[in-house]
Protein backbone atom coordinates (compact mmCIF):
# COMPACT_ATOMS: atom_id res chain seq x y z
CA UNK A 1 0.00 0.00 0.00
CA UNK A 2 1.08 3.90 -0.09
CA UNK A 3 2.40 5.83 2.15
CA UNK A 4 4.50 7.20 4.70
CA UNK A 5 6.64 5.02 7.03
CA UNK A 6 8.18 6.64 9.98
CA UNK A 7 10.74 4.63 11.80
CA UNK A 8 11.02 3.52 14.86
CA UNK A 9 7.86 4.18 16.68
CA UNK A 10 9.59 4.54 20.14
CA UNK A 11 13.20 5.94 20.30
CA UNK A 12 15.06 6.53 23.37
CA UNK A 13 18.14 9.15 22.91
CA UNK A 14 20.86 10.02 26.06
CA UNK A 15 22.17 13.30 26.86
CA UNK A 16 24.19 14.43 24.52
CA UNK A 17 23.69 12.12 21.84
CA UNK A 18 22.51 12.44 18.22
CA UNK A 19 19.42 10.40 16.94
CA UNK A 20 18.17 9.98 13.40
CA UNK A 21 14.06 9.18 12.64
CA UNK A 22 13.59 7.56 9.18
CA UNK A 23 10.84 8.73 6.93
CA UNK A 24 10.44 7.21 3.60
CA UNK A 25 7.58 7.79 1.50
CA UNK A 26 6.12 5.59 -1.71
CA UNK A 27 3.57 8.10 -2.91
CA UNK A 28 5.98 9.81 -5.44
CA UNK A 29 5.13 13.04 -3.82
CA UNK A 30 7.82 15.52 -4.19
CA UNK A 31 7.28 17.82 -1.19
CA UNK A 32 8.03 16.19 2.49
CA UNK A 33 7.94 18.07 6.32
CA UNK A 34 8.60 17.11 9.76
CA UNK A 35 7.08 18.35 12.88
CA UNK A 36 7.50 18.44 16.27
CA UNK A 37 3.95 18.11 18.25
CA UNK A 38 4.52 18.98 22.05
CA UNK A 39 1.38 18.63 24.58
CA UNK A 40 -1.02 20.92 24.15
CA UNK A 41 0.41 22.68 21.28
CA UNK A 42 0.35 22.95 17.40
CA UNK A 43 2.26 20.99 15.39
CA UNK A 44 5.78 23.28 14.75
CA UNK A 45 7.26 23.11 11.37
CA UNK A 46 11.07 22.01 11.82
CA UNK A 47 12.18 21.34 8.13
CA UNK A 48 10.94 21.03 5.11
CA UNK A 49 11.88 19.77 1.13
CA UNK A 50 10.18 20.26 -2.09
CA UNK A 51 12.63 18.37 -4.37
CA UNK A 52 15.39 16.44 -3.81
CA UNK A 53 18.89 18.44 -2.72
CA UNK A 54 16.98 21.00 -1.45
CA UNK A 55 15.67 21.52 1.77
CA UNK A 56 14.59 24.62 4.07
CA UNK A 57 14.46 25.54 7.56
CA UNK A 58 10.84 25.83 9.37
CA UNK A 59 10.08 27.98 12.39
CA UNK A 60 12.31 25.48 14.87
CA UNK A 61 15.44 24.15 12.96
CA UNK A 62 17.96 24.81 15.65
CA UNK A 63 19.31 21.37 16.67
CA UNK A 64 18.35 19.59 13.90
CA UNK A 65 19.38 18.39 10.57
CA UNK A 66 17.86 17.15 7.47
CA UNK A 67 18.95 15.94 4.50
CA UNK A 68 17.00 14.54 0.89
CA UNK A 69 19.70 12.68 -1.43
CA UNK A 70 16.54 10.57 -2.84
CA UNK A 71 12.96 11.57 -3.31
CA UNK A 72 11.57 8.58 -0.74
CA UNK A 73 13.20 9.66 1.84
CA UNK A 74 13.79 12.41 4.40
CA UNK A 75 15.80 11.68 7.72
CA UNK A 76 15.48 14.00 10.55
CA UNK A 77 18.74 14.47 12.89
CA UNK A 78 18.27 15.26 16.02
CA UNK A 79 21.60 16.29 17.46
CA UNK A 80 23.01 16.95 20.84
CA UNK A 81 22.20 21.23 20.35
CA UNK A 82 18.74 20.04 20.50
CA UNK A 83 17.88 21.13 24.37
CA UNK A 84 14.61 19.81 24.82
CA UNK A 85 14.04 17.39 21.97
CA UNK A 86 11.58 14.78 23.94
CA UNK A 87 8.46 14.92 21.87
CA UNK A 88 6.37 13.49 19.25
CA UNK A 89 7.83 13.91 15.80
CA UNK A 90 5.61 13.92 12.14
CA UNK A 91 6.70 13.17 8.96
CA UNK A 92 4.76 14.45 6.16
CA UNK A 93 4.43 14.51 2.42
CA UNK A 94 2.18 16.89 0.23
CA UNK A 95 0.72 16.07 -3.67
CA UNK A 96 -0.63 19.40 -4.97
CA UNK A 97 -2.97 20.41 -2.35
CA UNK A 98 -3.52 17.30 0.43
CA UNK A 99 -0.67 16.61 2.76
CA UNK A 100 -0.29 12.90 4.33
CA UNK A 101 1.05 11.84 7.60
CA UNK A 102 3.00 9.10 9.09
CA UNK A 103 2.27 7.48 11.98
CA UNK A 104 4.82 9.51 14.29
CA UNK A 105 8.12 8.23 16.21
CA UNK A 106 7.87 9.48 20.10
CA UNK A 107 11.45 10.40 21.44
CA UNK A 108 12.70 10.53 24.44
CA UNK A 109 15.73 11.80 26.13
CA UNK A 110 16.75 9.39 29.30
CA UNK B 1 2.17 35.91 10.56
CA UNK B 2 -0.87 33.45 9.98
CA UNK B 3 -2.12 32.14 13.00
CA UNK B 4 -5.12 29.50 13.62
CA UNK B 5 -7.24 29.22 16.50
CA UNK B 6 -9.53 26.44 17.51
CA UNK B 7 -12.66 26.38 19.74
CA UNK B 8 -13.36 24.97 21.81
CA UNK B 9 -9.83 22.93 23.26
CA UNK B 10 -12.26 20.25 24.50
CA UNK B 11 -15.85 18.73 23.75
CA UNK B 12 -17.66 16.37 25.55
CA UNK B 13 -20.69 15.30 24.11
CA UNK B 14 -23.41 12.37 24.09
CA UNK B 15 -23.97 9.96 21.36
CA UNK B 16 -26.21 11.28 18.77
CA UNK B 17 -25.62 14.90 18.85
CA UNK B 18 -24.65 16.66 15.98
CA UNK B 19 -21.92 19.20 17.01
CA UNK B 20 -19.92 21.88 15.14
CA UNK B 21 -15.76 22.28 15.68
CA UNK B 22 -14.40 25.92 15.17
CA UNK B 23 -11.27 26.77 12.90
CA UNK B 24 -10.42 30.51 12.48
CA UNK B 25 -7.27 32.28 10.88
CA UNK B 26 -6.04 35.75 10.71
CA UNK B 27 -5.01 35.81 7.03
CA UNK B 28 -7.11 35.34 4.29
CA UNK B 29 -4.71 34.43 1.90
CA UNK B 30 -4.69 30.76 1.89
CA UNK B 31 -3.96 28.23 -0.72
CA UNK B 32 -7.05 25.39 1.14
CA UNK B 33 -7.81 24.50 4.39
CA UNK B 34 -7.50 20.98 5.44
CA UNK B 35 -9.62 19.39 8.86
CA UNK B 36 -7.58 16.32 9.97
CA UNK B 37 -8.34 13.60 13.19
CA UNK B 38 -5.63 11.98 15.62
CA UNK B 39 -6.48 9.52 17.55
CA UNK B 40 -3.67 9.41 21.03
CA UNK B 41 -0.35 8.64 20.10
CA UNK B 42 -0.88 8.59 16.15
CA UNK B 43 -0.43 10.55 13.28
CA UNK B 44 -2.62 12.88 11.62
CA UNK B 45 -5.46 11.20 8.95
CA UNK B 46 -6.98 13.90 6.39
CA UNK B 47 -10.43 14.37 6.91
CA UNK B 48 -11.36 16.83 4.09
CA UNK B 49 -9.78 19.19 2.03
CA UNK B 50 -10.83 22.36 0.80
CA UNK B 51 -9.51 24.37 -1.61
CA UNK B 52 -9.54 28.29 -1.35
CA UNK B 53 -11.96 28.59 -3.82
CA UNK B 54 -14.60 26.38 -2.58
CA UNK B 55 -17.43 27.10 0.26
CA UNK B 56 -17.61 23.58 2.01
CA UNK B 57 -16.83 19.70 1.27
CA UNK B 58 -18.57 16.76 2.49
CA UNK B 59 -17.79 12.99 3.31
CA UNK B 60 -19.99 10.70 4.92
CA UNK B 61 -21.21 12.59 8.49
CA UNK B 62 -18.38 15.02 8.10
CA UNK B 63 -19.57 18.54 6.23
CA UNK B 64 -16.77 21.24 6.09
CA UNK B 65 -17.03 24.56 5.09
CA UNK B 66 -14.70 27.69 4.48
CA UNK B 67 -15.51 31.43 4.42
CA UNK B 68 -12.18 33.16 3.77
CA UNK B 69 -13.43 36.85 4.26
CA UNK B 70 -13.82 36.13 7.73
CA UNK B 71 -11.23 33.93 8.32
CA UNK B 72 -13.31 30.84 9.54
CA UNK B 73 -14.01 27.10 8.80
CA UNK B 74 -16.28 25.04 10.45
CA UNK B 75 -16.47 20.82 10.86
CA UNK B 76 -19.46 19.72 11.06
CA UNK B 77 -20.35 16.10 12.58
CA UNK B 78 -23.92 14.84 12.27
CA UNK B 79 -24.99 11.90 14.22
CA UNK B 80 -21.71 11.71 16.23
CA UNK B 81 -20.63 8.17 17.39
CA UNK B 82 -17.90 7.26 20.35
CA UNK B 83 -15.75 6.08 17.68
CA UNK B 84 -15.57 10.03 16.68
CA UNK B 85 -13.65 10.80 19.95
CA UNK B 86 -9.99 12.16 18.89
CA UNK B 87 -8.45 14.98 18.74
CA UNK B 88 -9.55 17.10 15.61
CA UNK B 89 -6.81 19.49 14.19
CA UNK B 90 -7.13 21.89 11.40
CA UNK B 91 -4.60 23.43 8.96
CA UNK B 92 -4.07 26.38 6.58
CA UNK B 93 -1.40 25.52 3.46
CA UNK B 94 0.12 29.42 2.41
CA UNK B 95 3.12 29.25 -0.01
CA UNK B 96 4.97 26.52 1.20
CA UNK B 97 3.73 25.70 4.63
CA UNK B 98 1.04 24.42 6.59
CA UNK B 99 0.01 26.57 10.09
CA UNK B 100 -1.79 24.03 12.06
CA UNK B 101 -4.80 24.89 15.03
CA UNK B 102 -3.46 23.16 18.69
CA UNK B 103 -6.90 20.86 17.81
CA UNK B 104 -9.97 20.13 19.82
CA UNK B 105 -10.67 17.15 21.79
CA UNK B 106 -13.46 15.33 21.37
CA UNK B 107 -15.07 12.79 23.51
CA UNK B 108 -18.55 11.02 22.36
CA UNK B 109 -19.96 9.27 25.59
CA UNK B 110 -21.76 5.86 24.95
Known amino acids: DGGITQSPKYLFRKEGQNVTLSCEQNLNHDAMYWYRQDPGQGLRLIYY???????QKGDIAEGYSVSREKKESFPLTVTSAQKNPTAFYLCASHLQEEAFFGQGTRLTVV | KQEVTQIPAALSVPEGENLVLNCSFTDSAIYNLQWFRQDPGKGLTSLLL?????REQTSGRLNASLDKSSGRSTLYIAASQPGDSATYLCAVRGTYKYIFGTGTRLKVLA
Open chain 1, 49 to 55: SQIVNDF
Open chain 2, 50 to 54: IQSSQ
